[in-house]
């Protein structure tokens, strides 16, 4: 089996549209490739593939999801 860890953890670990569990979490390794999700509020999506020859542990650091930058105010003073 391969352990996956998320920083921060408590992502949700999701197969085939299931969610199989939260990070930290313990998955057997399949007889081919897989693809997992990785999703938690606040983070961008990601994936993680898990196959017969992946580690005991994979760790995934999930980065923020990036706040939009506020638009500059028009500049509506009247000329004097």
């Known amino acids: 089996s391969t ?3 998320t920083d921060p953890p ?3 670990l999701i197969l085939s549209g299931a969610v199989v569990g939260n990070t930290p979490t313990r998955v ?3 007889p081919q490739e897989a ?3 990785l999703r ?3 983070y961008e999506a990601q994936l993680v593939r898990v196959s ?5 542990s994979i760790t995934v650091t999930l980065s923020p ?3 939009p ?3 500059a105010a028009p500049n509506t003073a009247a000329p004097r």
């Open 3 to 5: 352990e996956i860890h």
């Open 10 to 12: 408590g992502a949700e």
């Open 28 to 30: 057997t390794r399949p």
């Open 35 to 37: 693809d997992y999700l």
């Open 40 to 42: 938690k509020p606040g």
């Open 52 to 56: 017969p020859s992946s580690p005991n």
């Open 65 to 67: 999801i990036a706040e």
């Open 69 to 71: 930058q506020p638009r």
